[in-house]
Every structure is written in structure tokens, then in C-alpha cells.
């Protein structure tokens, strides 16, 4: 199945979801949006009352901060895949559960195998803790990890910035990095299966 394919696949899978709880309350799912073919993934944590309306990521006040962030950087959205750990919005933004995460991570997964992307960029503690689970946040963020072969960089979600002052430079200076980033995750192949290791998360000595 080609990569595009994968990804309507999985969207008309999850508008129809009933694995979780979250189902009864959407009003669309959110599965995600970009092209099949994205250098750059970003994983948020979950749909708000703006992405439960139109059925996109990002599309509220957060959404508008990223468009900032990466048109500093020279992307746009056409240029990147967006989604979130969960494709429903919790009921009143509250933080995903555990059997939510739980029920939506195949379709993460899928969406991933399918872009193949360069670097994946977590939104939040909750995307972040998918791939480095004892990590925290404000020790860890914009530093590249090697996760899996693959490189993920976590960050601040866009909404703490809005809502925290302090963070916005901080959320600034690690997307700055991401340029440099792709250029070297690009020229890097991942390691052969058999070498991979999958315990525990290697920071990478980019900075």
C-alpha cells in the first residue's frame, strides 16, 4: 500500500473509532494533516474544541503560533505532517488517559511507518512520553534523541507558550534548531535492525 494510502486508510478508521471512550463525545476525529511524503512529523497531544469543529490539527490559537514557528524556519504547513497521540478531543481539554493513548497508538504507529519522516517533533509531555517515557520536559526539550533509528526532538507544546510567557523563546530557539536537524538526520542512515536498541533513548551530541 502506498504511503498516501496508508493515510486515508487510517482517517477513515478513526472517524469511525470506537476503541475509547473519547467517541462519544467528537464531533469529528482529527487523524492529522500533511503530505505523505514529510521530512518533519509533528505529534501533538489531542484535539481541542477548535480541531473537534473542523476536523484539522492545530487550527486554534496554538495552531496560529506553529504556522509563526515554522514559517521562522521557512515551512509552511504544506510542508509538514501534523497530528496528535490521540485523534479525539478529551472532554474539556483534559489530558488524554491512559487507555486513550493506548487505544489511538496503532494509528500513530501506522502514520509513522507510512511518512518514514526524517524527524519527529513532540508537542507536549504526552507526545513525548510515547517515545522517551521517563524523560521530563523541561530537562529534555530540543534535544535529538535516537529513538527506534529514529530522530525525535522534544518541545514545549505551542499552548504552554501561550500561557506561560517564559517559554515562548524557549519554544523559539528549539524550533530554531530544527533546520540543522532535518540536514543531518537526512545524511544519516538509520542503524541496521539487528543494532537497533530499544530500551533506552541515546541524546545525540548535535549542540
Do not use: W
Not at 23 to 39: D, E, L, Q, Y
Request: charged share 20%; net charge negative.
Amino acid at each position: 500500500m502506498k504511503p498516501q494510502e496508508t493515510l486515508d486508510q487510517v482517517a477513515a478508521e478513526v472517524s469511525v473509532c470506537t476503541l475509547c471512550p473519547l467517541h462519544h463525545s467528537r464531533k469529528n476525529a482529527v487523524p492529522g494533516a500533511g503530505p505523505a511524503n514529510a521530512k518533519i512529523m509533528f505529534i501533538g497531544e489531542g484535539p481541542g474544541f477548535h480541531e473537534n469543529e473542523q476536523g484539522l490539527p492545530f487550527v486554534g490559537a496554538a495552531g496560529k503560533f506553529l504556522d509563526e514557528l515554522l514559517a521562522s524556519i521557512g515551512l509552511t504547513r504544506a510542508e509538514v505532517f501534523i497530528t496528535n497521540v490521540v485523534k479525539c478531543r478529551p472532554p474539556g481539554n483534559r489530558d488524554p488517559e491512559p487507555q486513550e493513548l493506548e487505544a489511538c497508538d496503532p494509528y500513530l504507529e501506522r502514520q509513522i511507518q507510512a511518512i518514514n519522516p526524517a524527524v519527529i517533533v513532540t508537542l507536549g509531555r504526552f507526545s513525548m512520553g510515547k517515545f522517551m517515557p521517563n524523560a521530563k520536559i523541561s530537562q529534555v526539550h530540543g534535544q535529538p534523541r535516537q529513538v527506534n533509528g529514529r530522530l525525535v526532538v522534544p518541545m514545549f507544546h505551542p499552548a504552554a507558550a501561550l500561557h506561560q510567557a517564559s517559554l515562548k523563546p524557549v519554544v523559539q530557539a528549539d524550533f530554531a534548531r530544527l533546520p540543522g536537524l532535518i540536514a543531518q538526520a537526512e545524511t544519516t542512515s538509520p542503524p541496521p535492525e539487528e543494532e537497533k536498541d530499544d530500551s533506552t533513548p541515546q541524546q545525540l551530541s548535535f549542540f
